[in-house]
């Protein structure tokens, strides 16, 4: 699976998310960044599962009267459009394609849908990344509208592949990992406070049984567990970081993976 744009440590550790302190203030981006790690979560499942269901499969399914595969991929990359346009002043670049029948769109190749569809939700992504505060209640509705039918046809189309008796991303455990060791030399480099998002931080710190991550604002430390000398993992969810370093040999940022998707985080300090 490939890169969204929107994540912070929220998304890895759920049951770790503090709520904010009622004096400190809130972050810009503070809620909309759950809105964000929604979306990422059925975006990411959702394009796994198309990818995953045999072309031959896209005219699949269960009744007459149910949408095929292939219609409901089309109708999501439409969907997503249509809604994530009223959260902000991105249009889509719309082409003679964009106007042909549903019908006639839901047969087109499967890679072809899903890249579309993969585009889309990349569209969407980059607009929820610039939403600042949330105090419109028509961008709240929005928001709550383009999730919850990212959530629908997600199990929607899970359970056409339990019929077609395939596995759906969500069901699949994830990949298991190996901890090796490195040298608390190596360790003590990656020590530091990595921007994901305006108001939202990572802080790396070096602990005497390795390193340690929290989020800010209000975010509980967790272990990362080391699989090579730069990448190390999370034992209770399925995310990652890979630490990166500049031409000279500095450790300047971070990369952070989960759902499928990644982000770039930069060493402010």
Known sequence: MR?????????????????????????PSATAIQFARFADLFGSRLVAAFSTIPATQYEYRPTASQQTIGYIAQHLEDAN?????????????????????????ARWPKDTLVARLDASLRFCGAILERL???DSPAVVSTLLAFETDLAEHYSQVAVYMRLLGLVPPSAIPPKQRV??????????QYSGVYELAPGFDLIVTKRSDGLSVRSTPGGS????????????????????????????????????????RQRDAAKIR
């Open 3 to 27: 890169r969204y744009v929107q994540l912070a440590i929220l998304l890895v550790f759920p049951r770790f998310v503090a709520a904010q302190s009622p004096t400190g203030g809130e972050s």
């Open 221 to 260: 430390e967790v272990r990362l567990w080391p699989e090579s000398t730069v990448d190390f993992f999370v034992k209770e969810v399925d995310a990652q970081v890979t630490f990166t370093r500049d031409a000279r040999g500095a450790v300047n940022g971070l990369t952070f993976r989960q759902f499928g």
């Open 179 to 188: 901890v090796i060791d490195v040298p608390d030399a190596t360790l003590s």
């Open 132 to 134: 600042g505060r949330l």
């Open 81 to 105: 459009y249509s809604l994530c346009e009223r959260l902000g002043e991105a249009k889509r670049l719309r082409t003679p394609k964009d106007s042909l029948a549903d019908t006639i769109k």
